[in-house]
């Protein structure tokens, strides 16, 4: 699904009601049948509804909601926030609808009209659609604290009142909405931890705008979904041998710390990979002996941490480093050894992270293409603190695109940026996996895709969704609470399954 500015959408409408034909107001009529649809298919029965509009496109949307709402017979108060001068065409053709009901409409001139709301009342939020350019003041600003305090259920249309579409709202006064019922694609700011407290549950309601629309088919910011991870995902040819899915190497693991060497390696193994040699300490060689057995075991010269590798690690695939290496300076050079020597694209996570980020210059040597996966305390550490989230996604692609790597930062929703300066927010995934262990599935998963020789582009989207997915699903078995990283990596097998299915 393609994430669009607010100012696309516009387009967007425009284009269909010149493409399909289609008149605003009937557009309009669609988008409010749709979220009227919902509400009542939402355990929405026998609720009460205040609905408080603006006088733009998103106040028109709330008045067509709250005629169909009369019209199916639930008790509905429309307050209209007024400052004396006409709505939008399509809003003034909507409140003439409405007149002629039985609806009671009220004005909001200032403070003084404010009427204490109905308890238990569901509210709609049809104040202000996604063109707002300015944080909120005066009346409108106090009402929507008003409706904040309220304590009722809120359902916004389009997107929270006061919130930006396509910028930061740090520090604004929002609608803190409960369900935002929003049009045909996701806005970044719902995908952006610091918007969290005001979107509450998105749904995304079709409302049958023009798939010819030419911005589609090419646009720099997507949220990957089930259909673009089949678009992708290979089959096996049933002659098909072990040597025809590559040789990983995972250089992972460090006293009191083999655990996540364990991890990674199971997960590489889930994941398809043909063979798989991981390099450990030698405190852990018994350990990976026993816990994965399908893996070949490489051993340090030293006893507790990785320092040195001793074969040509040009006859892997594809290495992955960094969980549980800790960061001793022999460590660290061995990492910057491996970064200078080898040629092919890698996956970089956790105290290898820490490693570079110590040291700028070992930016400048990853080989091209590589992935790191920083979270984001390691970005900051990698690449300076953002003032935003918005921010934060903008350097990520610009220094994605500066240093040839694919940079997958780690979060609900987690952001892939890619050296073409495109993006892709991942869909799956839940707060359950939030624990420790999860970081060295994710890189595990990585290097087996990208030993099976998926572009590193693809191998790191699968992986993202491939992980989230065994999340979802350990999570449902589990609870997200309960739920370990090793339970996450046991539901890889049925994540495959689910993806190979239509």
Partial sequence: ?????????????????????????????????????????????????????????????????????DAAGYSVNVFILEFGHKGTDDFQVNLARLHETKVEIKF??????????????????????????????????NLVEHINQSGNEIVSIDIPSGLFADISSKGNTIIQATVTLSFQCYKIAFLLPENALFIGDVHILKIGLSQSFPILANNDLVLVEKKFVQSFLKSRNKFSHKGNFGHALLLVGSYGKIGAAVL????????????????????????????????????DDEENINTNISEDISKYDAIGVGPGIGTDYKTATLIDRILRQNKIPMVIDADALNIISADAKLLAALPPY?????????????????????????????????????????????????PSGKGYFN????????????????????????????????????????????GDLAAKK????????????????DAFLDVQRN
């Fill in 108 to 141: 909001i001139q200032n403070e003084e009209n404010f009427h204490a709301i109905i308890k238990n009342d569901v509210i709609i939020d049809a104040l202000l659609g996604s063109g707002l350019n300015r944080p909120l003041t005066g009346v409108t600003k």
């Fill in 427 to 470: 869909s799956t995934g839940n707060a359950g996996m939030a624990k420790g262990g999860s970081g060295d599935a994710l890189t595990g998963i990585i290097t087996s895709f990208l030993a099976q020789h998926y572009s590193p582009e693809n191998a790191a989207i699968l992986g993202v969704y491939i992980h989230g997915l065994a």
């Fill in 370 to 418: 590589s992935i790191i996966t920083p979270h984001p305390k390691e970005f900051e550490r990698l690449f300076g603190a953002s003032e935003n989230d918005f921010e934060r996604v903008k350097l990520a692609i610009m220094k994605s695109v500066q240093l040839q790597c694919i940079i997958i930062l780690k979060g609900h929703y987690t952001f892939i940026a890619t």
């Fill in 1 to 69: 699904m393609q994430i669009l500015s607010s100012e696309q959408i516009r387009k967007w409408d425009e284009f269909t009601i010149q493409e399909e034909p289609i008149s605003s107001i009937d557009l309009m009529e669609r988008a409010a049948g749709k979220c009227f649809d919902w509400l009542v298919n939402n355990h929405y029965h026998n609720r009460s509804f205040s609905v408080f509009c603006g006088k733009g496109n998103n106040g028109g949307d709330g008045l067509a909601i709250a005629r169909m709402l």
């Fill in 264 to 299: 990674a390696a199971n997960a590489c193994l889930r994941s398809g990979v043909g063979l798989l040699t991981a390099h450990v300490p030698k405190c852990g060689y018994e350990i990976m002996q026993i816990s994965v057995p399908e893996a070949m075991i490489n051993v």
């Fill in 478 to 493: 589990r609870s997200k609470e309960s739920m370990l990283a090793s339970e996450l990596i046991n539901n890889l097998g």
